[in-house]
């Protein structure tokens, strides 16, 4: 690999992203590489602070496209603050949700058009996208089980069962669309099964890239 790499980590919640990253940066430092771990909507001061207003319970009264702009200001500043920078220094950087989430969760979620989403991103995103992304595929039923089980939900996760349902059907076709940049991982294997079908992909996107 002679430049950077994006990874970015697609799903509805409760896929299980956060148990995969971590292994995923260690087999990556493993081999050498300079990884940086980031998430959406946060990851700079600046990003925390929208994220607490976007996934605060108490607010109920956020409007469609004042979620869809927040989530663009924050993805804005971790573009320039953190992942060009990491690219151009050659690193790799691996972010729990990306751009994606807004076209599943704004787009086929909240029902905006997909075509208004990608137009507000296209200035956050400054020419920049995932070199791959690995989209953690588990129903909602069963996923949203496992994340209600951990006791606090925040005010996406409080959404209906139906949104979630929304969101799942537009990760599979976003999926469909994106295929050669979207991966499908089936999420309801074992963490060492899912872990190895991960490995499959980053292994082929490092060797190209």
């Known amino acids: 690999m002679s430049k950077g790499l994006f990874i970015s980590v697609e799903g509805t919640d409760g896929c299980g992203k956060s148990t995969q990253i971590p292994m995923i940066s260690k087999y990556l430092e493993n081999k050498g590489y300079v990884v940086n771990v980031l998430r959406e909507p946060g990851g700079t001061i600046t990003g925390e602070k929208i994220r607490e207003i976007l996934l605060d319970p108490l607010n109920t009264d956020i409007r469609d496209m004042t979620e869809i702009l927040l989530y663009a200001a924050a993805r804005a500043q971790i573009m320039q603050e953190k992942i060009k920078p990491y690219l151009l220094a050659g690193e790799i950087v691996i972010c729990d949700r990306f751009v994606d989430s807004s076209l599943a969760y704004q787009g086929y979620g909240r029902k905006v058009d997909i075509n208004v989403i990608i137009d507000i991103n296209k200035i956050a995103l400054d020419g ?32 209906s069962i139906e949104f979630h349902r929304r969101v799942y059907e537009g990760y599979k076709a976003l999926a469909y669309r994106f295929k050669d940049r979207i991966k499908t991982i089936n999420a309801q294997k074992t963490v060492d099964e899912v872990f190895n079908e991960i490995i499959i992909y980053l292994e082929e996107v490092i060797l190209w890239n």
């Open 128 to 159: 920049v996208m995932p070199d791959i992304t690995l989209f953690f595929d588990m129903p909602p039923d069963i996923a949203m089980k496992r994340r209600l089980s951990t006791g606090y939900t925040d005010r996406i996760e409080n959404e």
